[in-house]
């Protein structure tokens, strides 16, 4: 039997009390509660956005889950892991302070919020998973070690993996910096230098500072790069170009095995919630205000995260003649990511939509 992908709908611009209340019912009819055991400590998986990130979930939302996950008897928390890129959710300090700023405190959501990687990123697990990449990965260590998992996915495009919902959410949201680097690492941008105005904005934002302005154009040492895209997501000269011929799949496979990391243990104890709403472009860790990219759908709901993530795809595709990947970022094809994952045996492309 395929696995059930639940889905409400939502009329466009639903405000945040409509969105928390669709959550709730379809919590309950999705018997999502059946993953957590009392006393469990549940982590509440979401992105705060980064800084000046106006279409991330909303706090009344994330609220609704805390409240849902301690109706169940569990003990809940907000957890995220430290970016490779600087900007304000670098570190356990200045991630925790932006997520206070974006309203997600104790005070507004009912639950604390945890770094899953420590002060720095670097407190993790290793799990085996016997991979096509990876023997094992690097996993946030109280990722691991949190009982029960939900995640709150908000799909978006990607401009590295077509398609950001609930695997890039597992898998590179729940990987140590380490992890983060290993995914990234086949990917070695460059220069184009015609379009280079020197702006300065990637040697802001490169976390190894391997990138320097010798002269008027940007030059990047390919020997210390790490390969996170961070400088190709801050240009808004298309300036920088990934070199493709690597292996542009490279990313998205990692991803996946990541992601299958981060759930291997957790059969049973975790559920999916992708949240159609406010979908762009790029994700949430563009540093700028966003335009939506389509009109808002509804709210979808699986113990599955890939059939939670391909239904993300062919409602998009229904509703708007082509998917949300292929609306954003077109050269890329986000099944790698639901390909790979499936194969490792992390859940299915099959499924059967629900409507409640």
Same mark, same amino acid.
């Given at each position: 039997?395929?696995?059930?992908?639940?889905?409400?709908?939502?009329? !466009?611009?639903?405000?945040?009390?409509?969105?928390?209340?669709?959550?709730?019912?379809?919590?309950?009819?999705?018997?999502?509660?059946?993953?957590?055991?009392?006393?469990?400590?549940?982590?509440?998986?979401?992105?705060?956005?980064?800084?000046?990130?106006?279409?991330?979930?909303?706090?009344?939302?994330?609220k609704a889950a805390v409240d849902l996950v301690a109706a169940a008897k569990?003990?809940?928390?907000?957890? /995220?892991?430290?970016?490779?890129?600087?900007?304000?959710?670098?570190?356990?300090?200045?991630?925790?302070?932006?997520?206070?700023?974006?309203?997600?405190?104790?005070?507004?959501?009912?639950?604390?919020?945890?770094?899953? !990687?420590?002060?720095?990123?670097?407190? /993790?697990?290793?799990?085996?998973?016997?991979?096509?990449?990876? =023997?094992?990965?690097?996993?946030?260590?109280?990722?691991?070690?949190?009982?029960?998992?939900?995640?709150?996915?908000?799909?978006?495009?990607?401009?590295?993996?077509?398609?950001?919902?609930?695997?890039?959410?597992?898998?590179?949201?729940?990987?140590?910096?380490?992890?983060?680097?290993?995914?990234?690492?086949?990917?070695?941008?460059?220069?184009? =230098?015609?379009?280079?105005?020197?702006?300065?904005?990637?040697?802001?934002?490169?976390?190894?500072?391997?990138?320097?302005?010798?002269?008027?154009?940007?030059?990047? !040492?390919?020997?210390?790069?790490?390969?996170?895209?961070?400088?190709?997501?801050?240009?808004?000269?298309?300036?920088?170009?990934?070199?493709?011929?690597?292996?542009?799949?490279?990313?998205?496979?990692?991803?996946? /095995?990541?992601?299958?990391?981060?759930?291997?243990?957790?059969?049973?104890?975790?559920?999916?919630?992708?949240?159609?709403?406010?979908?762009?472009?790029?994700?949430?860790?563009?540093?700028?205000?966003?335009?939506?990219?389509?009109?808002?759908?509804?709210?979808?709901?699986?113990?599955?995260?890939?059939?939670?993530?391909?239904?993300?795809?062919?409602?998009?595709?229904?509703?708007?003649?082509?998917?949300?990947?292929?609306?954003?970022?077109p050269r890329h094809d986000p099944y790698i990511q639901l390909r790979h994952?499936?194969?490792?045996?992390?859940?299915?492309?099959?499924?059967?939509?629900?409507?409640?």
């Amino acid at each position: 039997m395929p696995p059930k992908v639940y889905f409400i709908p939502l009329p !466009d611009n639903a405000s945040p009390a409509a969105q928390a209340a669709a959550l709730a019912k379809l919590f309950a009819a999705s018997n999502a509660a059946l993953a957590l055991a009392k006393n469990d400590f549940t982590l509440i998986k979401f992105s705060v956005g980064e800084k000046n990130n106006d279409t991330h979930l909303a706090p009344a939302l994330v609220k609704a889950a805390v409240d849902l996950v301690a109706a169940a008897k569990a003990t809940p928390f907000l957890g /995220e892991t430290a970016t490779l890129y600087k900007g304000e959710r670098m570190n356990a300090v200045k991630h925790l302070l932006h997520a206070e700023r974006h309203g997600f405190s104790i005070a507004a959501t009912g639950a604390p919020f945890i770094m899953l !990687d420590g002060l720095l990123g670097n407190s /993790e697990l290793d799990v085996e998973i016997n991979g096509e990449l990876f =023997a094992s990965v690097k996993i946030a260590r109280e990722a691991v070690v949190a009982d029960s998992l939900i995640t709150l996915n908000h799909p978006t495009g990607h401009m590295a993996t077509g398609l950001g919902a609930c695997i890039k959410n597992l898998g590179m949201g729940l990987a140590s910096r380490m992890g983060k680097m290993r995914q990234h690492s086949s990917m070695k941008p460059a220069v184009i =230098a015609e379009k280079c105005v020197a702006c300065r904005k990637c040697l802001e934002w490169c976390p190894v500072d391997c990138i320097s302005m010798p002269g008027k154009i940007a030059q990047i !040492d390919a020997t210390r790069c790490i390969g996170c895209g961070e400088c190709l997501t801050v240009c808004r000269f298309e300036a920088i170009k990934y070199d493709w011929g690597a292996d542009p799949a490279y990313l998205q496979k990692a991803m996946a /095995e990541y992601a299958y990391g981060s759930v291997k243990a957790k059969a049973g104890k975790a559920f999916h919630f992708n949240i159609m709403v406010n979908m762009t472009k790029d994700c949430d860790c563009i540093s700028r205000k966003q335009d939506k990219l389509i009109p808002d759908l509804g709210i979808l709901a699986s113990a599955d995260p890939v059939a939670v993530d391909a239904a993300t795809l062919d409602l998009t595709a229904r509703a708007h003649a082509a998917n949300l990947a292929v609306l954003s970022h077109p050269r890329h094809d986000p099944y790698i990511q639901l390909r790979h994952a499936a194969k490792v045996g992390m859940g299915s492309l099959e499924y059967e939509l629900v409507r409640c």
